[in-house]
């Protein structure tokens, strides 16, 4: 199975401050379509994960423009660009390209 | 609007059966892979199955295989999971969501215990 490996684990960060995110995969996650089928996900307190970035770098619909995701290959960064009180909570990244389906561990965004 | 609604989660004797199901609107349901996702208390995602949009194959994880079930009703646009010889460690809230994890549901808390 494909391991995805976030860093850092956790992440305290003061309102404005911009914030990076690692994800690394044990393998490329370009599939034979030629999509790489990495997405962003934040779960807040008490709430199911929502999708914040599909397909590496696409914001979904209704997402701030702070948040953006880069990368290629076997290495992807989620960006936030100046926290704002509302995006504390876990974010896990999500391959999807390579069966099984698998996540990263979480980052924990908390407010220093 | 996007909905999907889990319902039939609760506390259950290890070895037990339960099945959890998942109703869905706001989109084309025949059209979409569907998956469980489950989440242990104070721990991360983990995938537990997905089942193809016509229901044409399923796929599971290695520790539910043979155990659980997941099927799905198109024309009522449901998804389940049949969860039989339930153990201590499928405890969890089990989310159900499309395939490529865009839209999620609230969640159902399954407990196993004695």
């Known amino acids: 199975d494909v391991v995805l490996t976030q860093t850092p684990p956790t992440l305290s960060a003061t309102i404005g401050q911009s914030v990076s995110i690692s994800c690394r995969s044990s393998q490329s996650l370009l599939h034979s379509n030629g999509n790489t089928y990495l997405n962003w996900l934040l779960q807040r307190p008490g709430q199911p994960p929502q999708l914040l970035i599909y397909l590496v770098s696409r914001l979904e619909s209704g997402v701030p423009n702070r948040f953006s995701g880069s990368g290629s290959g076997t290495d992807f960064t989620l960006k936030i660009s100046g926290v704002e009180a509302e995006d504390l909570g876990v974010y896990y990244c999500?391959?999807?390209?390579?069966?099984?389906?698998?996540f990263g561990g979480g980052t924990k965004l908390e407010l220093k | 609007e996007v909905q999907l609604v889990e319902s039939g989660g609760g506390l259950v004797q290890p070895g037990r059966s339960l099945k959890l199901s998942c109703a869905a609107s706001g989109f084309t349901f025949s059209d979409y892979n569907m998956a469980w996702v489950r989440q242990a208390p104070k721990k991360g995602l983990e995938w537990v199955a997905t089942i193809i949009y016509d229901g044409s194959r399923t796929y599971y994880r290695d520790s539910v295989k043979g155990r659980f079930t997941i099927s799905r009703d198109n024309a009522k646009s449901t998804l389940y999971l049949q969860m039989d010889s339930l153990r201590s460690e499928d405890t969890a809230t089990y989310y159900c969501?499309?395939?490529?994890?865009?839209?999620w549901g609230q969640g159902v808390m399954v407990t196993v215990s004695s």
């Open positions: 969501a499309t395939g490529y994890f865009d839209y």
């Open positions: 999500v391959q999807s390209t390579h069966a099984p389906p698998t």
